[in-house]
C-alpha cells in the first residue's frame, strides 16, 4: 500500500525550488568557482550555460534538481547570470532538448561528487533513519534529517515516495524497537504506574500523558529526568531525553490495548511513590498511594 506523509501541496513544495533563497546561501553554494567556470563550456548557447551552472548549484544546494528550472528564484538566476555575462531571460530556451538537461546533469553529478543511491545506501540509510526515530518522532523532523544526510553523502535525493517510506519504515521499526526494550523493564510497580499516567486527572482535564506531552521537553537536571536516569541502575538503558519520551508515549499506548494488558498479569498492592515526577503527584489518584 503506498505511503503517503504529506499532503498534495505539501509534496509540491518539496519538489520546487523555494520561494526565496538568502543572500548568503547565494553566495555560498550559487557562487561559481574558477574549477566550475573551466568546465563550463565557453562558447556554448548562453541558455545552455546558465542552465548548466543552476543545474549545478542547485545540485550543490538541494541535494537533487527540480524538473522546472524556470521556476528558480529571480535572485538566483540572476546572481549567475551576472558570472557568466548572460542576461538571466536567456534561461527560458534552456530544456527544448532533453538530451542536454540529462547530458548536464549527470556531468554535474561527476563535477561534485554526487552519485545516485543504490541498494546498499538505501539499506545503511534506513538503519541510520531507525537510529533518528527512537529519538524524534515527527515525520518532518525524520524528513528533512534524511535529506540533511543525503546531502552529506554527496547521494543525489531519490524521489519523494521513497523517503516516505523510508520515513515510515523507520518509525514502524523505531516503535517496536522501542517496545522491545521496554518489555523486560515492565515490572509490575512500573505496569500501574502506566495505567496512572492514562487515567484523566480531573484538576487537569487530560491524563499525566496528554499533558506532559503538550510541555516543553524538561530539562536534563529536573526532576523526572533524574528518576529517569537512577533508573538505569534497574537495567534501564541510558538514552536521550527525546528516546525517554518516545518510550513513555510507545510504551503507555502498548498498554491501552487489551491484548497487552492480558499478557501481562495484573499486579496487586500498594504502589511505591518513588519514581513518580513530583509535579505528577497533585493527581488525585496518586495522592492515595
Not at 538537461?101 to 541510520?128: F, I, N, S, T
Not at 536521550?240 to 490495548?257: D, E, L, P, Q
Request: glycine share 6%; net charge positive; with cysteine.
Amino acid at each position: 500500500m503506498p505511503v503517503q506523509l504529506f499532503t498534495k501541496a505539501e509534496r509540491a513544495r518539496r519538489n520546487r525550488f523555494p520561494e526565496i533563497i538568502t543572500y548568503e546561501d547565494l553566495v555560498t553554494f550559487f557562487t561559481l568557482t574558477a574549477r566550475d567556470l573551466d568546465s563550463i563550456p565557453r562558447y556554448s548557447a548562453p541558455h545552455n550555460r546558465i542552465g548548466y551552472a543552476l543545474q549545478r548549484c542547485t545540485l550543490r544546494f538541494m541535494g537533487f534538481v527540480p524538473d522546472d528550472l524556470t521556476s528558480a528564484p529571480p535572485a538566483a538566476v540572476a546572481f549567475l547570470a551576472q558570472q557568466l555575462t548572460v542576461e538571466p531571460d536567456v534561461l527560458t530556451a534552456y530544456g527544448a532538448r532533453a538530451q542536454t538537461r540529462q547530458d548536464h546533469l549527470r556531468a554535474a553529478q561527476v563535477h561534485l561528487g554526487y552519485r545516485k543511491v543504490g541498494r546498499e545506501d538505501l539499506k545503511a540509510l534506513a538503519d541510520w533513519l531507525l537510529e533518528r526515530a527512537l529519538e524524534h518522532d515527527k515525520p518532518t523532523v525524520l524528513y528533512e534529517l534524511t535529506c540533511e544526510k543525503l546531502r552529506t553523502d554527496q547521494l543525489v535525493r531519490p524521489g519523494l515516495t521513497r523517503l516516505e517510506r523510508l520515513v515510515a519504515e523507520a518509525r514502524v521499526r523505531a516503535e517496536t524497537e522501542t517496545f522491545r526494550q521496554l518489555t523486560p523493564l515492565l515490572t509490575a510497580d512500573r505496569r500501574r504506574w502506566l495505567d496512572i499516567l492514562l487515567e484523566p486527572d480531573p484538576a487537569r482535564g487530560l491524563t499525566p500523558l496528554a499533558w506532559f506531552d503538550g510541555r516543553p521537553s524538561p530539562t536534563p537536571h529536573g526532576p523526572f529526568w533524574g528518576t529517569l536516569k537512577s533508573s538505569a541502575s534497574y537495567g534501564a538503558p541510558r538514552w536521550t531525553h527525546g528516546h525517554w519520551r518516545r518510550c513513555i508515549r510507545t510504551a503507555s499506548s502498548s498498554w491501552r490495548s487489551s491484548r497487552a494488558r492480558r499478557a501481562l498479569r495484573p499486579c496487586n498492592g500498594p504502589h511505591p511513590r518513588v519514581g513518580i515526577p513530583g509535579w505528577w503527584r497533585s493527581c488525585p489518584r496518586l495522592s492515595r498511594m
